[in-house]
């Protein structure tokens, strides 16, 4: 796949080299959702965690009983890494016994460098709550900073995954933590940690945690 443009079809298997310290690609299928491609940057599960990789080679098979989890989101439209690249990238992994993502990471043009973002959206319950603050006789229950506090993440939630952690800093800059941690303690806020890219100020696309 190395030396091809063409799209892996749902449901066959994939190496992905994660961008982290692993010295190995892993193997993930293809969910029915997507279609993958050589040099693409792809969200995939590892451990509890949501990380990027890039996608490698097709696989024919994996050993019996082995369990292979599914690739979550393909982050870009076009693969990021030429076919040339992709193979440099792997003989280097090979000859100098590096983790082979810590090598494709290294390739990568700046603008796609990725960092770890944190959004919150209320639940159920927090929006439960909400209308219990809203439908309160006293202005300072209805007025304060708990009512505000998820009244902002509802207001800007929408159809996105949530507010992020750094927004909510701004909007509450003295509270924010014991607001944050209190919600979610109390089961009102779910928070997801997801990838984003640099220098972007967009929420992006991505599947929550919770």
Do not use: C
């Amino acid at each position: 796949m190395a030396r091809k443009k063409t799209s892996q079809p749902p449901g066959s298997l994939v190496d992905v080299a994660v961008l982290a310290a692993i010295r190995n690609p892993l193997t993930y299928r293809v969910p029915e959702s997507l279609e993958v491609r050589a040099g693409q940057r792809v969200l995939v599960p590892l451990a509890t965690r949501r990380v990027t990789g890039i996608a490698l080679e097709p696989v024919a098979r994996v050993a019996p009983g082995l369990k292979v989890r599914e690739i979550l989101r393909v982050l870009d439209p076009e693969p990021v890494l030429s076919p040339e690249l992709l193979t440099l990238g792997l003989w280097i992994a090979e000859y100098y016994l590096a983790p082979v993502g810590e090598v494709f990471r290294a390739m990568l043009p700046l603008r796609v460098e990725t960092r770890r973002a944190r959004l919150l959206r209320p639940t159920d319950a927090g929006k439960r709550k909400l209308a219990e603050l809203d439908s309160s006789l006293l202005p300072e229950i209805r007025e304060g900073e708990e009512a505000a506090f998820l009244r902002y993440l509802a207001a800007h939630t929408g159809s996105a995954e949530g507010v992020p952690l750094e927004s909510v800093r701004r909007k509450f800059p003295a509270t924010a933590r014991e607001l944050v941690s209190h919600a979610v303690a109390e089961g009102w806020v779910a928070v997801s940690a997801v990838e984003r890219e640099r220098g972007k100020r967009k929420t992006p696309r991505v599947s929550s945690t919770g």
